[in-house]
């Protein structure tokens, strides 16, 4: 059993939802194609959560100047394969218009977006990397995470780029909770962005997920407060914000896969897979190794200690 860091454990429900008083009212209409999820698959879910956190975990001592991100796509491999017991879902995944992907992780080192293939690429001191890890649990659940990792020292706009999405995903997760909708996440991680003079990238947003890799619903990095889906206890999604230094405009690699921005600046992302809860929400990708939560996401000290008895 893991022992997660003690500001995390405290974060595993979110903040306390106090719901106006009670009236009648018909249910609310299931969005379409969005299947929540039961007591039962979301402790499922939260094993293979683990699983995905318990990955990165591993790789972070082995992201130094002078390795390649191939030799990291084979360690984070071998790690999933032969010491979890998991499946690396990246590894063949083709969706309707792509050719399979070769690799087990993505690798997006300084301007490259998301989808970046593991190849022969040497990390140099000042590089940025985001490692993209979703792995499929034995029971057969998937579990949806990636972190951004400074290369030795970063330069002062790398590190700030990192921290400001690092604090888009965490505003974005904080709108999380029954009877909100999906346009709040949206809505809460462009505004910060923006604010700072970063871009959000429109065309790639995070998405459902459970047995499947990629479910209902999409989950847009911008937009409006209060539009799309209404939000429901038992559903489960991931919230990935890709934030340019630059202009939002991307392109496609030849390889099919490696989006990059258009102007060549530098690009960050956070990634956590999150479970709606009947008080606010769950992350489920959580390990001793998370990083914690920023300042303005812990509880305080009065609201800690009851999720603590609770």
């Keep these: 059993m893991q022992t997660p860091l003690p500001e995390i454990s405290r974060l595993l429900y979110g903040p306390i939802f106090t719901a106006p008083p009670a009236v009648f009212q018909p249910p609310p209409r299931r969005p379409m194609g ?10 499922a879910m939260r094993t293979a959560g683990r699983l995905a956190a318990e990955v990165l975990d591993y790789i972070t001592p082995f992201v130094k100047p002078g390795v390649s991100t191939e030799r990291l796509d084979a360690l984070c491999h071998d790690y999933m394969v032969n010491v979890q017991g998991t ?12 050719r ?18 593991p190849g022969d690429r040497v990390l140099k001191s000042g590089d940025i990397v985001n490692i ?47 009877g909100g909708f999906l346009g709040d996440v949206g809505h809460a991680i462009q505004q910060h962005a923006e604010k700072h003079g ?37 559903m489960t999604f991931t919230i990935e914000p890709m934030i340019n230094a630059g202009r939002r405009e991307i392109r ?5 896969w490696t989006i990059v921005t258009k102007d060549h600046s530098l690009s960050a992302q956070w990634e956590h897979t999150v479970a709606v809860t009947e008080t606010g929400f769950e992350v489920m990708t959580l390990s001793p190794g998370t990083p914690a939560p920023p300042a303005f996401a812990r509880p305080a000290p009065a609201v800690a200690e009851s999720l603590v008895a609770a």
């Design 34 to 43: 969005i299947v929540p999820k039961s007591a039962a698959d979301l402790a």
């Design 87 to 98: 499946v690396p879902a990246p590894l063949n995944y083709a969706p309707p218009g792509y």
């Design 100 to 117: 399979p992907f070769p690799k087990s992780i993505c690798t997006s080192v300084n301007h490259q977006v998301c989808h970046a293939i």
């Design 132 to 178: 993209d890890v979703t792995v499929i649990s034995p029971e057969g659940w998937h579990g949806d995470n990636s972190r951004m990792y400074f290369v030795g020292e970063p330069s002062i706009a790398a590190r700030r780029l990192c921290e400001v999405t690092y604090d888009c995903m965490w505003l974005g997760i904080l709108q999380v909770r029954p």
């Design 198 to 234: 970063y871009s959000v990238v429109r065309e790639f947003c995070g998405h459902g997920i459970g047995r499947k890799f990629h479910e209902e619903p999409q989950v847009l990095h911008y937009g409006k407060r209060g539009s799309g889906p209404r939000l429901q206890p038992g």
């Design 252 to 256: 496609e690699l030849a390889d099919g």
